[in-house]
Protein backbone atom coordinates (compact mmCIF):
# COMPACT_ATOMS: atom_id res chain seq x y z
CA UNK A 1 0.00 0.00 0.00
CA UNK A 2 1.29 3.52 -0.56
CA UNK A 3 -0.25 5.71 0.75
CA UNK A 4 1.40 9.16 0.95
CA UNK A 5 0.00 10.06 4.41
CA UNK A 6 1.08 6.83 6.09
CA UNK A 7 4.83 8.05 4.93
CA UNK A 8 5.06 11.30 7.29
CA UNK A 9 6.81 11.17 11.14
CA UNK A 10 3.72 11.88 13.01
CA UNK A 11 6.09 11.18 16.17
CA UNK A 12 7.69 14.79 14.83
CA UNK A 13 4.22 16.63 13.05
CA UNK A 14 3.52 19.76 14.90
CA UNK A 15 -0.17 20.94 14.90
CA UNK A 16 -1.15 23.31 11.64
CA UNK A 17 -2.37 23.11 7.97
CA UNK A 18 -0.57 21.42 5.81
CA UNK A 19 -0.76 19.89 2.21
CA UNK A 20 -1.67 16.19 2.20
CA UNK A 21 -1.85 15.83 -1.49
CA UNK A 22 -2.63 17.01 -4.83
CA UNK A 23 -4.34 15.51 -7.25
CA UNK A 24 -5.47 15.66 -10.95
CA UNK A 25 -8.74 15.41 -11.97
CA UNK A 26 -9.39 15.94 -15.64
CA UNK A 27 -8.66 19.15 -15.80
CA UNK A 28 -8.54 20.37 -12.80
CA UNK A 29 -6.09 20.11 -9.49
CA UNK A 30 -7.65 19.38 -6.20
CA UNK A 31 -5.54 19.98 -2.80
CA UNK A 32 -6.02 17.83 0.13
CA UNK A 33 -5.08 19.62 3.13
CA UNK A 34 -4.42 18.15 6.51
CA UNK A 35 -5.78 20.48 9.50
CA UNK A 36 -4.16 19.05 12.27
CA UNK A 37 -5.41 20.18 15.64
CA UNK A 38 -3.75 17.63 17.80
CA UNK A 39 0.16 16.72 18.09
CA UNK A 40 -0.44 13.23 17.23
CA UNK A 41 0.57 10.58 19.98
CA UNK A 42 1.98 13.62 22.10
CA UNK A 43 -1.60 14.74 23.29
CA UNK A 44 -5.09 13.62 23.47
CA UNK A 45 -7.08 13.26 20.57
CA UNK A 46 -10.17 15.20 19.73
CA UNK A 47 -13.60 14.24 21.28
CA UNK A 48 -15.61 12.10 19.23
CA UNK A 49 -18.64 14.54 19.75
CA UNK A 50 -16.02 18.06 19.46
CA UNK A 51 -15.07 16.87 16.42
CA UNK A 52 -18.54 15.63 15.19
CA UNK A 53 -19.88 19.14 15.75
CA UNK A 54 -16.83 21.02 14.40
CA UNK A 55 -17.37 18.79 10.76
CA UNK A 56 -20.69 20.06 11.16
CA UNK A 57 -19.86 23.74 11.45
CA UNK A 58 -16.69 23.53 9.17
CA UNK A 59 -18.70 22.55 6.70
CA UNK A 60 -21.62 25.09 7.36
CA UNK A 61 -18.99 27.37 7.01
CA UNK A 62 -17.22 26.83 3.90
CA UNK A 63 -20.18 25.75 2.35
CA UNK A 64 -21.72 29.20 2.17
CA UNK A 65 -18.30 31.39 1.94
CA UNK A 66 -18.71 33.30 -0.87
CA UNK A 67 -15.25 33.17 -2.04
CA UNK A 68 -15.17 29.32 -1.10
CA UNK A 69 -18.18 27.48 -1.31
CA UNK A 70 -17.59 26.54 -5.01
CA UNK A 71 -14.20 25.62 -4.17
CA UNK A 72 -15.38 23.33 -1.57
CA UNK A 73 -15.10 19.84 -2.26
CA UNK A 74 -15.15 17.93 0.91
CA UNK A 75 -14.64 18.22 4.58
CA UNK A 76 -14.50 15.60 7.20
CA UNK A 77 -12.79 13.97 10.46
CA UNK A 78 -9.78 12.14 10.45
CA UNK A 79 -9.73 8.29 12.10
CA UNK A 80 -7.41 9.34 14.42
CA UNK A 81 -9.45 12.25 15.53
CA UNK A 82 -6.29 14.25 15.60
CA UNK A 83 -7.39 16.45 13.06
CA UNK A 84 -9.69 17.16 9.53
CA UNK A 85 -9.61 16.92 5.97
CA UNK A 86 -10.37 19.53 3.79
CA UNK A 87 -10.44 19.10 0.00
CA UNK A 88 -10.39 22.34 -2.09
CA UNK A 89 -10.53 22.99 -5.67
CA UNK A 90 -7.47 24.20 -7.32
CA UNK A 91 -4.09 24.51 -6.82
CA UNK A 92 -2.98 25.20 -3.13
CA UNK A 93 -0.26 25.94 -0.53
CA UNK A 94 -1.19 26.31 2.70
CA UNK A 95 -0.60 29.85 2.94
CA UNK A 96 -3.45 30.13 0.25
CA UNK A 97 -6.03 28.85 3.15
CA UNK A 98 -5.07 30.61 6.79
CA UNK A 99 -7.32 33.61 5.85
CA UNK A 100 -10.21 31.13 5.44
CA UNK A 101 -9.02 28.87 8.18
CA UNK A 102 -8.66 31.67 10.46
CA UNK A 103 -12.51 32.72 9.25
CA UNK A 104 -13.87 29.54 9.56
CA UNK A 105 -12.19 28.56 13.24
CA UNK A 106 -13.59 31.79 14.81
CA UNK A 107 -16.89 31.22 13.28
CA UNK A 108 -17.08 28.18 15.50
CA UNK A 109 -15.19 29.87 18.43
CA UNK A 110 -18.12 32.49 18.95
CA UNK A 111 -21.37 29.57 17.54
CA UNK A 112 -23.89 30.04 19.45
CA UNK A 113 -27.47 28.28 18.94
CA UNK A 114 -28.55 24.51 17.89
CA UNK A 115 -25.66 22.79 15.55
CA UNK A 116 -26.81 22.69 11.54
CA UNK A 117 -27.96 19.37 10.49
CA UNK A 118 -27.99 17.80 13.83
CA UNK A 119 -31.64 16.21 14.24
CA UNK A 120 -32.06 12.70 13.93
CA UNK A 121 -33.23 13.22 9.82
CA UNK A 122 -29.81 14.42 8.81
CA UNK A 123 -27.46 13.60 10.78
CA UNK A 124 -25.95 9.23 11.25
CA UNK A 125 -25.49 9.98 15.04
CA UNK A 126 -27.86 13.23 16.40
CA UNK A 127 -26.96 12.08 20.05
CA UNK A 128 -23.31 12.36 19.57
CA UNK A 129 -22.50 16.65 19.54
CA UNK A 130 -20.75 18.85 21.98
CA UNK A 131 -20.38 21.84 21.01
CA UNK A 132 -19.07 23.67 23.45
CA UNK A 133 -16.63 21.26 23.48
CA UNK A 134 -15.95 21.94 19.95
CA UNK A 135 -15.89 25.90 20.42
CA UNK A 136 -13.23 25.05 23.33
CA UNK A 137 -11.04 22.67 20.77
CA UNK A 138 -10.97 25.84 18.16
CA UNK A 139 -9.96 28.36 20.72
CA UNK A 140 -7.46 26.69 21.46
CA UNK A 141 -5.93 25.68 18.37
CA UNK A 142 -6.24 29.44 16.88
CA UNK A 143 -4.42 30.60 19.85
CA UNK A 144 -1.90 28.45 20.13
CA UNK A 145 -1.28 28.07 16.55
CA UNK A 146 -3.69 29.61 13.87
CA UNK A 147 -2.97 33.26 14.72
CA UNK A 148 0.78 33.82 14.23
CA UNK A 149 0.70 30.42 12.23
CA UNK A 150 4.39 29.41 11.42
CA UNK A 151 6.81 27.84 8.96
CA UNK A 152 7.02 24.94 10.71
CA UNK A 153 3.07 24.64 10.93
CA UNK A 154 2.74 24.48 7.30
CA UNK A 155 5.34 22.13 6.14
CA UNK A 156 5.55 18.47 6.96
CA UNK A 157 8.61 17.44 9.13
CA UNK A 158 11.28 16.36 6.82
ZN1 LIG B 1 -23.42 14.31 11.85
Not at 71 to 77: A, D, L, N, Q, S
Not at 93 to 99: A, G, K, L, N
Request: aromatic share 10%; hydrophobic share 35%; proline share 3%.
Amino acid sequence: MNVASFTIDHDRLLRGIYVSRKDRVGEETVTTFDIRIKRPNIEPCMDTAAIHTLEHLMAVYLRGDEQWADRTIYVGPMGCRTGMYVIFKGDLSSEDIVDIMKRTFKYIIDFEGDVPAAASKECGNYLDHNLEYARWECRKFYDEVLENIKEENMNYPM
